[in-house]
């Protein structure tokens, strides 16, 4: 009896509210949306902003990584710190919030006269790049048609992949006069445009139902701890680790560092990210039309199979014999195929479920800890990526990245339900019966 099934889990959650009109709804998401492009943008400036300021402000080294890494840790505080407000004051609240955090990030890097300053300007930086990992998917999941939410999500993930590669070609633009601060002060405009536009975005209705639900209770629900929720947080948490420790950011942080000890020439370290890049960007644009037709499962399995292939590839290319020509070769073709892997696969799919697998009460504060695991891994790996190759050597390394990969498939075939063409509240069913 359908009583006795769900004994023991938590009670069924509201059905889909209707979304916004089509045209509202593309103006939200289009608005929205540049949260990831700052995403984007604000992790990938610094690659070519520090190869000057570093000199003009007169860092040691140990300042230049302190600069990348308050980043990394801000957005850890902010992936989790977004979830409860997002919660009590709406999505809407928070996402103008964020587009002013970025505004004020930007404007202090912008016109920092020290280190101090500068450090400062990241952190609050990372806070805004956190709580839009955390929020932005969370809001176009719960304003998308079940038929359409991968692709809107996706557009998330394109933006993403499109900040960074604008921070490449600003870099560029702005290498030869050695202006730093323009780079920076590039992304405000987006900022600024997001800060104006979702002033006039809806909120979402799952979260004006949800407070409608709330207030009928005497006390809330529970959070993290239905069987739902659980199932939930073991996927979410999974796949935020295994997007790090799969290597992505090893590659996209020091591509032109493995290409030189590969062999190849990387007197262009600019050049070099932009064509990397551009393959990114390509590739999770093709994704768009497979998320919502081929499935989550089945590009995720695809995915993490070829980045495990090509990361075996570039482990070999990495031996220790001579560089060649073959190796060189080798090494170039499996660094593009995995980054392509990604990009058409985890990359925007994690993103998707996060947003997508967790009950109505406790969607941001599980989005949140997805994304805080998500960014903790990157900053472990991003800091522990080049001692450890030189203390191991590079190929030892992307094997067991490869490792990661291959149990990682193994664990989506065994647990991760498909999602596509279903509302969020059939899939929250479908958890909590797992």
Known sequence: MAPQLHLDVAPPAAPDVAPPPVPRMALATGVVALGGLLFGFDTGVISGALLFLKDQLALNAFQEGAVISAL??????????????????????????????????????????????????????????????????????????????????????????VGILVSYLVNLAFADAADWRAMFAVGLVPSVAMLIGTLFIPETPAWLDGRTRTARTERPRALLTTPGARAALVIGVTLAAVQQFGGINSIIYYAPSIMARAGLPATDSIGY??????????????????????????????????????????????????????????????????????????????????????????????????????WAANFVVGQAFLPTADAIGERWVFWFFAAVSLGAVLFVARKVPETKNRSLADIQHALAAR
């Open 72 to 161: 990394l840790l801000g957005a850890a505080v902010g992936a989790l710190a977004g979830a409860r407000p997002a919660d009590r004051f709406g999505r809407r609240k928070v996402l103008i919030g964020v587009a002013a955090t970025f505004t004020v990030g930007l404007l202090l890097a912008t016109l920092a006269p020290d280190f101090w300053t500068l450090l400062a300007a990241r952190a609050v930086l990372g806070l805004a790049v956190g709580s839009a990992s955390t929020v932005v998917p969370l809001y176009l999941a719960e304003i998308a048609p079940p038929r359409l939410r991968g692709r809107m999500i996706t557009v998330n993930q394109i933006l993403l992949t």
């Open 273 to 374: 990210s932009v064509a990397i890049g551009t393959v990114n960007v390509v590739l999770t644009i093709a994704a768009i039309p497979l998320i919502d037709r081929v499935g989550r499962r089945p590009l995720l399995l695809w995915s993490l199979g070829g980045m495990a292939v090509s990361l075996v590839a570039l482990g070999v290319a990495l031996g220790p014999q001579q560089p060649g020509p073959v190796a060189d070769a080798v090494a170039l073709v499996a660094m593009t195929s995995y980054v392509g892997a990604f990009a058409i696969g985890l990359g925007p799919v994690f993103w998707i479920l996060a947003a997508e697998i967790f009950p109505p009460e406790s969607r941001a504060r599980g989005t949140g800890l997805c994304a805080l695991v998500n």
